[in-house]
């Protein structure tokens, strides 16, 4: 009964994709922790202040029963006014915000444009929506307006929906924002951001890449928790009129139990440390500049993908360095292309100037 799942398996391990479970080991150049508020006193101290004035650790039930707790609402407020947009609504993780989003906002007769790397959790809440999708080259904008034209060509008379992470997980690199927000006002479209890497490393106190787009009603971005903030959810930021819609149809929000509470809390205090502690990013950018000189690579960002092509050999390259007391991890196909397998090189508080020399022996 069970040896379908043993062959795929094997399948997935002679091709050198098998993915397993390994523990933290060695100077963190694989975390998304960009910051280093995922353990740093201050959250910590947060958490234990709230859990002195009385905020739970479960919520007990979904948001529309018993579980909207007056830390999710006060959360929604806070980074509503922190990235500028006209609401904010919570979940438990980026992944669900997104996915909902997706499965929820563009309506049949809608065309949902996406770029050829949006993330799994744009793909799994498209497949779960009702407007049809289409692929455009990764950050060719002429190749989504391509998309919008023909479409419209074809009859298509409802929204285009434009879906783009601001920075790009796996490669480190940029969306032409401003040009797709033009993009998407001139075809009367929506334009959906993924901010999950940019949110606390780009922009005025960790605003995002996408700071000051909100002034337009076009516009939802998703700020994940769980990487430079250091706690756990994600947040989407959209017009009231969509957050009541997602409220009212999102089956990710309305059946799920409400993310905890004190997470809620220890996350206010982070979007509190970005507005108060601008050396934290100034801190990660210098230790970027030194990683692209020891490295010999630059992004723009604090993603370093060290392509080496071959899975297995990927997989190899990243055994030595965590040998070495470095852990970085091998990233394969299907989560980027084929053929170009890589090191993940991640650039956060959690290392120095010493490690970063380190690391660029080891792999030089």
Request: aromatic share 4%; with cysteine; proline share 4%.
């Amino acid at each position: 009964m069970l040896q379908f799942y043993r062959d795929d398996l094997a399948r997935l391990d002679a091709a050198d994709r098998l993915r397993r479970l390994v523990p933290r080991r060695g100077a963190d150049f694989a975390s998304n922790d960009y910051l280093g508020l995922g353990a740093s006193a201050r959250l910590r101290d947060a958490v234990a202040g709230a859990l002195d004035r009385g905020v739970g650790i479960g919520s007990g039930g979904s948001r529309l029963l018993r579980g909207n707790d007056p830390e999710h609402e006060a959360l929604e407020a806070e980074a509503a006014a922190h990235f500028g947009s006209e609401a904010a609504l919570y979940f438990a993780s980026g992944y669900a915000a997104n996915m909902a989003a997706f499965a929820t906002l563009p309506q049949p007769g809608d065309l949902v444009i996406h770029d050829a790397l949006v993330h799994a959790s744009a793909h799994d809440g498209m497949r779960l929506g009702r407007a049809p999708r289409v692929a455009a080259a990764h950050n060719d904008v002429n190749a989504f307006e391509d998309a919008i034209r023909r479409w419209r060509g074809e009859g298509g008379t409802g929204t285009p929906w434009i879906a783009v992470e601001s920075l790009y997980g796996m490669d480190g690199d940029r969306a032409p924002l401003a040009d797709l927000a033009a993009l998407a006002a001139r075809h009367e479209g929506m334009l959906l951001i993924d901010e999950a890497h940019a949110t606390g490393v780009f922009g005025t106190a960790g605003r995002g890449l996408a700071e000051g787009l909100h002034d337009s009603d076009s516009v939802v971005t998703l700020h994940t928790c769980g990487k430079a903030l250091g706690t756990q959810g994600g947040l989407l930021c959209l017009p009231r009129v969509l957050r009541d819609m997602m409220v009212n149809r999102a089956r990710g929000f309305v059946f799920s139990t409400a993310p905890s509470p004190l997470v809620a809390a220890a996350t206010r205090e982070a979007l509190r440390c970005l507005v108060d502690e601008p050396e934290r990013q100034a801190r990660l950018w210098a230790l970027v500049a030194a990683a692209e000189a020891a490295l010999g690579l630059a992004t723009g960002s604090q993603i370093l993908p060290v392509i080496v092509g071959a899975d297995g050999a990927a997989v190899a390259l990243a055994a030595r360095c965590q040998a070495a007391g470095y852990d970085v991890r091998a990233i394969r196909p299907p989560t980027v292309p084929a053929g170009t397998a890589r090191l993940r090189v991640s650039i956060t508080l959690n290392v120095d100037d010493a490690g970063i020399a380190g690391l660029g022996t080891v792999l030089a």
